[in-house]
């Protein structure tokens, strides 16, 4: 597979950029993306066959049902995240074996409800969370060895919003790919 093509199945939105400074409007944006997640991704999926959700969305990728597990974790993981930043002064965060647990039973082998249900709940507790944010409090940094560097509260929220972006799009343009539609 030529580089430029495997590129575009793993990054389909493009690779993420971290922002500088994102604003107000940025954030917000940020968050209704956060808010609307769980019913595109259920909508994008509920229809799959246990064979589609069996199919990597590339050669060498994740299968539909790793992915939407994946999701599940990540923001679980996200969530915790926030709270760390608004709790504690400049925390460092811990990051995971993201194949690793995408390889763990509930990972590739559980019924995709459980993530879809998991999502739907902490996606609305973590909004709410998100939307309590002061301006202030968004300036709150924690230290993400993934960056290697403190990002702050607001561009820790842009690159949740890619998050789902991203992910989403690995498996609308799978679908579209296999005329699943």
Request: aromatic content about 10%; glycine content about 8%; charged content about 20%.
């Amino acid at each position: 597979m030529e580089e430029k093509q495997l590129e575009g199945l793993k990054y389909p939105i493009g690779r993420f950029s971290l922002p500088e400074t994102p604003d107000q409007e940025a954030i917000a944006h940020s968050i209704a993306i956060i808010e609307g997640f769980p019913t595109l991704l259920g909508n994008a999926v509920v229809h799959l066959y246990t064979s589609q959700l069996e199919t990597p969305y590339r050669q060498g990728g994740w299968t539909v049902k790793q992915l939407i597990h994946h999701i599940a974790d990540s923001h679980t993981n996200a969530y915790v995240r926030f709270k760390w930043g608004l709790t504690e002064d400049r925390p460092q965060i811990k990051v995971y074996k993201q194949d690793g647990w995408a390889g763990l039973a509930d990972g590739k082998d559980a019924p995709v409800e459980l993530s879809l249900n998991m999502l739907t709940a902490l996606h609305e507790k973590w909004v709410y969370l998100l939307k309590g944010i002061t301006p202030t409090q968004w300036e709150r940094a924690i230290f993400h060895p993934g960056f290697g560097k403190e990002i702050s509260l607001a561009q820790l929220v842009c690159q949740y919003a890619w998050h789902c972006d991203h992910h989403l799009a690995h498996i609308t343009n799978l679908i579209e790919r296999e005329g699943w539609s």
